[in-house]
C-alpha cells in the first residue's frame, strides 16, 4: 500500500526548534519529488516547501525562508522538514505529500503532524 | 507569487444538483513545457486532501465521472454533475507550475 506517515510534530515555545519526518512506503520514493504543506487550525492549505528527487532542485516559501530546511534521505525514504526559530504562526498541521508522476499535482498525502508554537 | 482566486466561498447544493467552482489565477499557468499544471483537490471533514483532478482536467484514478475540469490559461472550472453525500467538503485548486506553488482559498460544498 502506497503511504506516507508523518511524525515529530508536538508543542513547542517560540523560537525553539523541531523537527518533521515523513515515511513512505509501497513505492519507490526516489522516483518523486516531494512536499511539506500546512493547514493552520481552521484555514486553507498552504505550500511550504517543496524537494526534487535528487535533492537537487528546492523550493521553500518566502513565510519560512531563512527558518526551515527540507531535505530527504532516499536510502531510508524519509523526507524531513528542519523547522527554526518557530513562530505562533507556524501552528499548523503539516502535511507531507507526493508530487505525482502526472506532474504538478500532489497525488499521495500523510495524515499530518501537528506542531503548535505557544509560550 | 502567482494568486490564485475561488469562487464562490461556500456553495449550498441540493443532492443531485450540479456544482461548479471557478478558479482564476493572477498569471498564466503555462509552463515552459507547455503543460499547465492546475489541480482540484478534496478535502473531507477530518481528512487530508485528496486529489481529484490534474493538468486542468484530466481525473486521478479512482474519481468519479460526476467530476470534471476545465479551462485554460488563467481561468479554470471543477463540475460536478449531480452532487451526492459524499462530496460534502471543501475543494482547493492548486497551481503546480511555478515556485512557490499556491492554492486557492478553498471553496466549501454543503448540502442545503
Known amino acids: 500500500e502506497v503511504q506516507l506517515v508523518e511524525s515529530g510534530g508536538g508543542l513547542v515555545q517560540p523560537g525553539r526548534s523541531l523537527r518533521l519526518s515523513c515515511a513512505a512506503s509501497?513505492?519507490?520514493?526516489?522516483?518523486?519529488?516531494m512536499h511539506w504543506v500546512r493547514q493552520a487550525p481552521g484555514k486553507g492549505l498552504e505550500w511550504v516547501s517543496g524537494i526534487s528527487w535528487n535533492s537537487g532542485s528546492i523550493g521553500l516559501a518566502d513565510s519560512v525562508k531563512g527558518r526551515f530546511t527540507i531535505s530527504r534521505d532516499n536510502a531510508k525514504n524519509s523526507l524531513y522538514l528542519q523547522m527554526n526559530s518557530l513562530r505562533p504562526e507556524d501552528t499548523a498541521l503539516y502535511y507531507c505529500a507526493r508530487d505525482g508522476a502526472q506532474g504538478g499535482a500532489f497525488d499521495i498525502w500523510g495524515q499530518g503532524t501537528t506542531v503548535t508554537v505557544s509560550s | 507569487d502567482i494568486v490564485m482566486t475561488q469562487t464562490p466561498l461556500s456553495s449550498p447544493v441540493t443532492l443531485g444538483q450540479p456544482a461548479s467552482i471557478s478558479c482564476r489565477s493572477s498569471?498564466?499557468?503555462?509552463?515552459?513545457?507547455?503543460?499547465?499544471?492546475l489541480s482540484w483537490l478534496q478535502q473531507r471533514p477530518g481528512q487530508p486532501p485528496r486529489l481529484l483532478i490534474y493538468k486542468i482536467s484530466n481525473r486521478f484514478s479512482g474519481v468519479p465521472d460526476r467530476f470534471s475540469g476545465s479551462g485554460a490559461g488563467t481561468d479554470f472550472t471543477l463540475k460536478i454533475s449531480r452532487v451526492e453525500a459524499e462530496d460534502v467538503g471543501v475543494y482547493y485548486c492548486m497551481q503546480g507550475t511555478q515556485f512557490p506553488l499556491t492554492f486557492g482559498g478553498g471553496t466549501k460544498v454543503e448540502i442545503k
Open positions: 498569471q498564466s499557468l503555462v509552463h515552459s513545457d507547455g503543460n499547465t499544471y
Open positions: 509501497g513505492f519507490t520514493f526516489d522516483d518523486y519529488a
